[in-house]
């Protein structure tokens, strides 16, 4: 058996062709999901980057590894005083199991240098740093996969791991690759009104400062947007985001030509995911991935395996954590009592529903939220805004409302209880998993200053919020954090 792990960072699935979307990103990927199954939805335990991949590699929720932000304490994992001569993840991470079960494993990924999570690296058997740290563009990741192929050619049992970045901000596809979307029409919900309300809020990644607290943009990044007056200028930003899927996708291609070209495209199990989507407007955030709600944690998830089922959508809910399960079921291995998730095996090669009643969702690298996917709502429980002004609670009907623009919270408080419920027995069943020996991490969060991305800016941010025409908010501001406008002793 061969597998293929195409990791696409920051990738939405509705702006790929095979979940629906109107603009072409996805031609070899939709090629990919014609062939097997394409997940609806799908979901990072945590959000963003460093603590969705942690949770794809150990299996657990960063509640229980300790990994749920980019900085400090909870950017790195519990220590684990029960390790003997050798940590348990060499053989009960991802690509330790597949490794210690007959598979030499193979990583085209700069994403521990990018995080310093080396950890990331165990259970690879050849690991290959693309050496740009995320900045990566496609072209100078794929010739490293198909001259890997090449060398390989006739091995059989591999794991091939190819990360690309191309969707990621800063927007950077090469200039002299063509916009194909210059007549596709822009987001329908996203209207003139929209967009007028939109620039009247504040924070980080809004419609006046898509570069976190600024609009400025550096020119190495021409096809970046820094904020955005018109619909023109929204358009402009959808179109950067799309183009880099459309790039990344064009680079697939070449993969999928060569394992075409090798004879073994039709026996290699084929995985196509993403560590987060992108808020592109949802919350009133843009170009960012910075919440716990659908547009951050929603991603896409396609998988052709040899003589699984083809050509069907799958409904039912999903973690990326759940992976790890169910490759050991796919392939024969014992699962580990630390694993988190539930194997959904069984809805690949036979079409069993194999979904969670419910999910919960975290984000603690920009905010502090707690979310609970259940039936058509999400439940967003805000800790620490991260300068957004969010309410407490935050209830959304997807089904009627997917851009989260209608917060049902106040008209619907038993659907806020009964969600509130679920969190805090969840909450409860995996700390009792953890035998207690560990605080919950976003307690740690707070207590080293909050979320990492939102930490001892806002004083940089009064010249912006002057310069925009929006100095209402620093007063709001300082009443909320008086402690970011102390200066220093």
């Not at 697939?252 to 394992?259: E, F, M, R």
């Amino acid at each position: 058996m061969r597998i293929l792990y195409l990791d696409i960072d920051t990738t939405r699935a509705d702006h790929l062709g095979c979940y629906g979307y109107h603009k072409n990103t996805s031609p070899n990927i939709d090629r990919i999901a014609r062939d097997g199954l394409i997940f609806t939805n799908y979901y990072c335990s945590d959000a963003p980057c460093l603590p969705s991949r942690t949770a794809l590699f150990t299996g657990q929720f960063g509640i229980r590894s300790g990994v749920v932000g980019h900085g400090q304490t909870t950017s790195q994992m519990h220590i684990d005083s029960t390790r003997k001569f050798r940590s348990r993840l060499e053989f009960e991470s991802l690509f330790g199991m597949l490794r210690n079960n007959g598979y030499h494993t193979v990583g085209i990924t700069p994403f521990a240098s990018r995080h310093s999570a080396w950890y990331f690296y165990g259970g690879f058997s050849e690991i290959y740093d693309t050496g740009k740290r995320g900045i990566e563009k496609a072209h100078e990741v794929v010739p490293t996969a198909l001259s890997w192929l090449e060398r390989n050619k006739g091995l059989d049992h591999w794991y091939l791991h190819v990360n690309l970045w191309d969707p990621h901000t800063p927007h950077r596809t090469p200039e002299d690759f063509p916009n194909p979307f210059t007549n596709d029409k822009g987001p329908d919900w996203i209207t003139g009104d929209v967009l007028e309300a939109h620039k009247k809020t504040a924070g980080p990644h809004h419609a006046q400062e898509l570069m976190m607290f600024t609009d400025q943009v550096s020119s190495l990044y021409p096809r970046q947007v820094g904020r955005l007056d018109t619909l023109e200028d929204v358009k402009r930003l959808f179109d950067g985001y799309d183009i880099g899927i459309r790039y990344a996708d064009t680079h697939i291609g070449k993969i999928l030509d060569v394992l075409e070209a090798q004879g073994i495209l039709e026996d290699t199990a084929i995985i196509v995911s993403s560590d987060h989507g992108e808020n592109m407007g949802e919350l009133g955030i843009y170009a960012e991935h910075g919440t716990a709600d659908q547009g951050t944690c929603r991603i896409p998830f396609i998988i052709k395996w040899p003589k699984g089922i083809k050509g069907k959508t799958v409904e039912g809910l999903h973690y990326n954590l759940d992976l790890i399960s169910t490759m050991a079921d796919l392939i024969g291995a014992k699962p580990s009592p630390e694993w988190d998730g539930k194997s959904f095996a069984k809805t690949i090669e036979e079409g069993v529903d194999c979904g969670h009643p419910y999910l919960i969702l975290s984000q603690m690298a920009h905010v502090c939220q707690r979310s609970v996917r259940w039936r058509d709502y999400l439940y967003m429980r805000t800790y620490h805004d991260g300068y957004h002004f969010f309410p407490k609670h935050l209830l959304f009907n997807l089904k009627d409302d997917p851009y989260e623009q209608h917060n049902l919270a106040e008209l619907h408080p038993e659907i806020v209880h009964e969600m509130t419920s679920l969190l805090y027995d969840w909450h409860d069943e995996t700390m009792k998993k953890n035998h207690y020996l560990y605080e919950d991490p976003m307690s740690t969060v707070l207590r080293e200053g909050g979320p990492f991305h939102a930490s001892m800016q806002l004083k940089n941010y009064v010249n912006h919020l002057i310069k925009t025409n929006r100095e209402e908010y620093i007063e709001k501001y300082k009443e909320l954090y008086p402690h970011e406008f102390k200066d220093p002793k």
